[in-house]
């Protein structure tokens, strides 16, 4: 069976959820299509101990403040569960869940999305897919050959399962911090490898200000300016308390990337070796287009070629936080809305 709506958003997360508040602001019929099977996005699959780097004031979605935690400064994970739950139920959102998009193809003045209960017909197709379910994990040399358990940001929970054992986290961005510090205040015997000495932004910086600095860029670059480096010439990670509290202790002492992996553990270019029983990857992610596939969007580098949110090659398709290249701090929660907002100004007005 085939249903039909004028837009589809593919994905229920916070991307997802800043959409349809708009859309349903302009009267635009739609329809979120999430394959999880309760709300809250990535959110609900993190590490136990994962903090928000802004207050609760500065990480909300647009329409509806997320209120404060008691008792923390900085929300964890479980609370902004709680709030894309309340958010979506506050708007009466029509999000059908347990969906899995299959794929998108165009179908004449339509663009037909396959899934796992049906397809449906649409004018135009809003990508919320976001990161989470593409984690990156790097070619690094013997990464084959090592024995011990490897795992991935996404894979994370918690020091407990690591007690007793000698653990290396490998990444210098933010989730690779928090977790170095979430295992070092757990006295596990960690290593904490960054391919360059780690940037920590200023202790009085939080995400609103890493909001204001990717929005400057893109002003910047609009208008034809020099660079201002946004969120990058101001650092690498933010010192959230956990983190600011390991690396003032002196627990998180970064060494240099290792150059390849061994049976039984690490070895570093001057043939210094380790052994590992864990290596955790805090290495990034890339976005979830798979479900465009079939339009053929995909440039050399792997990327859609995108106006704002906006898909060069097809205008009826909008690709929302996914990053900086579809809106500045686009996967942000404080970040989301004003990208959100443009891209349902532009799917009602090509639908007029």
């Known amino acids: 069976m085939t249903q039909r709506t004028d837009v589809v958003v593919i994905g229920g997360g916070q991307a997802g959820l800043a959409a349809g508040y708009h859309l349903r602001r302009l009267g635009v019929e739609h329809v979120i299509l999430d394959a999880q099977t309760t709300p809250g996005g990535a959110w609900q699959h993190t590490w136990d101990s994962l903090s928000l780097f802004s207050p609760a004031r500065y990480s909300s979605l647009p329409g509806r403040l997320m209120p404060v935690q008691p008792g923390r400064t900085y929300p964890d994970a479980a609370h902004v569960v709680d709030y894309l739950a309340d958010y979506e139920k506050r708007y009466g959102l029509p999000v059908q869940r347990g969906v899995r998009v299959c794929a998108v193809h165009r179908d004449g003045a339509f663009l037909r999305v ?92 939080d995400g609103r200000a890493l909001f204001d600095a990717a929005t400057a860029r893109r002003r910047a670059l609009d208008e034809g300016r020099a660079d201002t480096g ?64 079939a339009l053929h969007l995909r440039g050399s580098r792997g990327r ?33 809305g004003r990208p959100a907002r443009e891209a349902a100004r532009q799917i009602r007005d090509l639908l007029a």
């Open 304 to 336: 859609v070629a995108t106006d704002g949110t906006r898909a060069v090659d097809e205008p009826r398709l909008h690709l929302l936080g996914h990053g900086d290249w579809t809106g500045p701090a686009s996967a942000t929660l404080i970040g989301v």
């Open 114 to 205: 396959r899934t796992d209960c049906g397809d449906w017909r649409a004018r135009a197709v809003i990508g919320a897919t976001g990161t989470w379910t593409r984690p990156f994990l790097p070619a690094v040399p013997g990464r084959r050959e090592f024995t011990g358990r490897q795992l991935h940001t996404v894979q994370y929970r918690s020091p407990n399962e690591f007690a007793g054992q000698r653990v290396i986290v490998v990444g210098g961005g933010n989730s690779a911090a928090q977790i170095a510090a979430d295992l070092a205040h757990a006295r596990i015997d960690l290593t904490w490898v960054t391919r360059r000495t780690p940037r920590y932004l200023a202790d009085d910086i």
């Open 230 to 293: 946004g969120v990058a010439s101001l650092g690498d990670i933010v010192a959230v308390p956990p983190v600011r509290a390991a690396r003032d202790a002196g627990l998180l002492n970064p060494k240099p990337m290792f150059s390849r992996l061994t049976a039984a553990g690490v070895e570093w270019a001057d043939t210094t070796a380790a052994e590992v029983d864990a290596v955790i990857w805090c290495t990034g992610f890339r976005p979830a287009l798979a479900p465009f596939a």
